[in-house]
Each structure stands twice: as structure tokens, then as C-alpha cells.
């Protein structure tokens, strides 16, 4: 098993993900991709499972009320006003120094200096936010806590600190009232501005929903494929490719490719053993993608091509498909077009389906609270009307929070066809 940090490098490395980007759009013209693969008949390679008239189910664009009212606190924290007297209250922003010491020894990864802490988000372990409210810009004070007992850290779990916390700002959200909305925004009120949030959030979702349709329309076409055997001049040139990569991303690190390979606990058989595996899945992916190009005489280089290039470029913040091939390469960048032309004719030739409903069976209770809503509120005790809501289930969440490094590693385990944007 490829450990887990060259694996994420070499996921990195081969695949080119759509990731939004706030550049400005490009503009690509007169593209023509070529063919993925340099065998012609790819029939001794592949068995092509159904990729026309597959069953997909539609993914639900309205935003909740949950999401909307996320999005709206987003843009009124980002208008917050800094609080001069007052003390710090749930939902504000405080921007804190703190210490933490076990038997009066900081330990590690208890410290930290202008950390801005939501109050309300539960990022610290029990207690640590409660003990910040109500505290005033300047203050310091001592906050006893004990770790959970199944603490992360060993060291840590279920032991007795003291967190040593300074107040050095307050941020207070706004509040969204009309004046607000008129000053933030082109809208009046605070209705008009709820709508047109509504509807920037639902276009957002759209093109997820789309993103995730085309996933799962080749991911359904991957799995219902066979791939028998490998083209093995078009395997060599995907493993060299990435070999070639990782020596690069070796050398960033002032390091060989071997010394890097021995960082990661493995050795050069190992990894080598590894880049095939990952090379086979990349020539795989293209294997599917040119037969059905093949099959279906899809043109490679018409108006929907320069579209998905243009889209690429322009996501990726680069001017034009030069600076995107030399930084990705241009088998990769290729690639990736042939695989969103592919995913978008899997889609088009597809039947889309609404969600399936959940099927309830009505049963002798529920009959009965049907006849009790339809009694006038009025006559019911209001403890009865009013339903206590659960509480909310605290989570333990360690004072450092794990790095990015290791949630990216773990996310790079679950496999996922070389090439194709991980969801």
C-alpha cells in the first residue's frame, strides 16, 4: 500500500480538478484534442459496459433554510464591527492569545496568538468558549478545563489543563435589517435581499449538481467496463510521466526521488510497484474515454471543445491553454477535456430521474397526530404545541486541530479513477 503522503502527490499530480477560481474568463481558440491513446484498435483492451441510456438521478438544486442562513451569517460576519465596550457573547468573533499548561508546563499545540475563535463554532474542547464569554477586550484570565478521555493525544486525554486566555479584539456580526441590506447590496429590504441570495446560492448549486451528474454518469460507464489487458507503450509513457513529476516534486523538497521515497517508508520497488498500479488506472480512463469517442464519432475539436477548454483555462486563473499545458502538462490537460466531452455525451444520452421518495406506511400513531394538528392550537397546552427540540450533541474536538496535511491524506485514500475530480 502506497503510503499515504506520496499518494496524495501522485493524485495531485495526475489529475486536473475543476476548482472555482475568481479569475477573469479566458478565452482558448482553434483547440483540437488529440487522440489519448497511440494504439488505433482498442478492442483487444476494453469492453465498453452501457454508456448510453443510463439511469441518473437528479440532484435537488433549492438551497434549505439551513444553507441560506448560513451563507447570510457569512456575509454579515464579514461586516462585522470590532466592539469597543461590552463583553465577548455568543455568535461574536474573538480574536484571542492563549497558553495551555498541564502542571504549569505549555504543552504542545496549546498556544497560539491572535487566533480569531467564533464563539458558537465548538472548535476548542468542552468548556474553553464558555469560559471566553462574557470576557472584555483587554482581560485575561485562567480557564480550567479537562480533556476529554478520548482525547486524541495521550498525553492529553482525560488530564486537568489551565488555558491562559487574553481578549486583544471583539468582532460582532452585523445584524441584517433593511438599512444594512442597503448599504451591502443593490436591494431595499431585507425579503429582496433573501431572494436574490436564494438565487445566487440555487445557480450554485446547479453547477454542482451538474459536476456531480457528470461523476457519477462515468463513474457508472467505469465500474460496468472491462478492461482486459494494457496497451503497454501507452502504460510506460503514464508511468514515466509520473515518475517524471514526483522527481520534480521531489526536488522542490531539495530532495532525490530515492530520499523522498525512503521519507515516506517505502522503498524504489515499492513505489514503483505502486506507480504501475496508479498508471493502470490513469491508462484505464482513457481506454473508456477514447472508445466511446471512437464509437461514437465524437469530434474532438468542434464549439463544445473550445467551451470545456475555455472553462478549464479560466477556472485554473491562467490567460490562455499554453500556460495551462505548461504547468499540468499536455497529456493531462487533454486528458481531462476528452473526459468532460466524454462525461458530457454520457449525460446528454442518459435519463435523468427525479429522487426516489422515502415510502412511509401510515401507522396508528401517525393517524393521531394528524387529527391532533388539525385541533385548534388554542385548546392544547402550549408545552404540547411547542415540542422540546433534542439538544444538541456536544462534540469533542481537540484545542489543535488536526493539519491539513493529514484530512488530505486521508481524503486521498479512497480511490477514484485517475483523472477524474474527486468529489
Keep these: ?65 439551513d444553507e441560506l442562513e448560513f451563507e447570510i451569517s457569512q456575509r454579515l460576519a464579514d461586516t462585522a464591527e470590532q466592539v469597543t465596550d461590552g463583553t465577548v457573547q455568543n455568535g461574536d468573533t474573538a480574536v484571542i492569545d492563549f497558553v495551555g499548561k498541564k502542571d504549569d508546563v505549555a504543552f504542545d499545540g496549546g498556544t497560539a496568538e491572535e487566533y480569531p475563535l467564533e464563539i458558537g463554532s465548538g472548535t476548542f474542547i468542552p468548556g474553553f468558549e464558555d469560559g471566553v464569554i462574557g470576557m472584555a477586550v483587554g482581560e485575561t484570565k485562567d480557564i480550567p478545563l479537562t480533556f476529554p478521555e478520548n482525547y486524541g493525544s495521550e498525553e492529553l486525554a482525560g488530564q486537568d489543563v489551565v488555558f491562559t486566555v487574553t481578549v486583544n479584539r471583539i468582532n460582532r456580526p452585523s445584524d441584517l435589517t433593511d438599512e444594512w441590506v442597503q448599504a451591502n447590496s443593490d436591494y431595499e429590504s431585507v425579503d429582496e435581499y433573501k431572494d436574490s441570495v436564494r438565487t445566487e446560492l440555487e445557480a450554485q448549486n446547479a453547477a454542482s449538481a451538474d459536476e456531480m451528474l457528470a461523476q457519477e454518469a462515468f463513474y457508472q460507464v467505469w465500474v460496468s467496463s472491462e478492461i482486459k489487458d494494457y496497451p503497454e507503450e501507452d502504460l510506460q509513457n503514464a508511468i514515466d510521466w509520473m515518475t517524471e513529476q514526483m522527481v520534480t516534486f521531489a526536488e522542490e523538497g531539495d530532495m532525490t526521488l530515492e530520499e523522498f521515497v525512503e521519507s515516506q517508508g517505502m522503498d524504489m520497488e515499492q513505489f514503483e510497484a505502486e506507480t504501475r498500479e496508479y498508471a493502470k488506472q490513469r491508462v484505464a480512463q482513457d481506454l473508456i474515454v477514447q472508445s466511446i469517442i471512437d464509437e461514437e464519432e465524437i469530434s474532438m475539436d468542434d464549439e463544445e471543445i473550445q467551451k470545456i477548454a475555455e472553462k478549464l483555462v479560466t477556472q485554473y486563473g491562467f490567460e490562455d491553454l499554453i500556460g495551462l499545458i505548461e504547468v499540468y502538462g499536455e497529456s493531462e490537460v487533454y486528458a481531462t477535456i476528452a473526459l468532460y466531452r466524454v462525461e458530457q455525451f454520457i449525460v446528454d444520452n442518459a435519463v435523468i430521474v427525479e429522487p426516489a421518495e422515502e415510502e412511509t406506511e401510515e401507522t396508528e400513531g401517525d393517524a393521531v397526530v394528524e387529527a391532533i394538528e388539525e385541533i385548534d392550537e388554542t385548546q392544547v397546552p402550549e408545552d404540547v404545541t411547542e415540542a422540546e427540540e433534542p439538544a444538541e450533541e456536544e462534540t469533542e474536538e481537540p484545542a489543535e486541530e488536526e493539519s491539513a496535511e493529514e484530512e488530505t491524506e486521508e481524503a486521498a485514500e479512497e480511490e477514484a479513477p485517475a483523472g477524474e475530480p474527486e468529489e
Design 1 to 65: 500500500m502506497m503510503k499515504k503522503a506520496l499518494l496524495t502527490a501522485l493524485a495531485m499530480i495526475s489529475s486536473v480538478s475543476l476548482t472555482a477560481s475568481a479569475f477573469a474568463e479566458a478565452k482558448v481558440e482553434n483547440i483540437s484534442v488529440p487522440r489519448l491513446l497511440q494504439e488505433e484498435d482498442l478492442s483487444d483492451y476494453v469492453t465498453l459496459g452501457d454508456y448510453k441510456g443510463i439511469e441518473l438521478e437528479a440532484v435537488d438544486t433549492a438551497p434549505g433554510e
